[in-house]
């Protein structure tokens, strides 16, 4: 059985060992922590470029004005 726990070092606490306890029983477990690394934000130069990209990809598109994007929105949650 594996599970992963993705949180931040200050919500360890005994409830988290609690939890961990209760969930593998009396397995032997081998437990690993490794640090996320967020990825860095882009600036808002890097943004407007990538955002510019996306323009030119779709700037021969026709949008029909009677389109309802609500009911395409609710087929695709279905």
Do not use: W, Y
Not at 3 to 32: E, V
Not at 53 to 72: A, E, M, R, Y
Request: hydrophobic share 35%; net charge positive; glycine share 2%.
């Amino acid at each position: 059985m594996r599970h992963t726990f993705q949180l931040k070092s200050g919500d360890i606490n005994a409830n988290l060992i609690r939890n961990i306890k209760q969930l593998f029983k009396d397995k032997d477990l081998k437990i690993t922590i490794e640090a996320q690394e967020r990825p860095a934000r882009p600036n808002q130069k890097e943004l407007a470029s990538r955002i510019m990209k996306v323009v030119d990809q779709f700037k021969g598109v026709k949008v029909d004005p009677n389109l309802d994007l609500s009911s395409l929105a609710n087929e695709s949650n279905l």
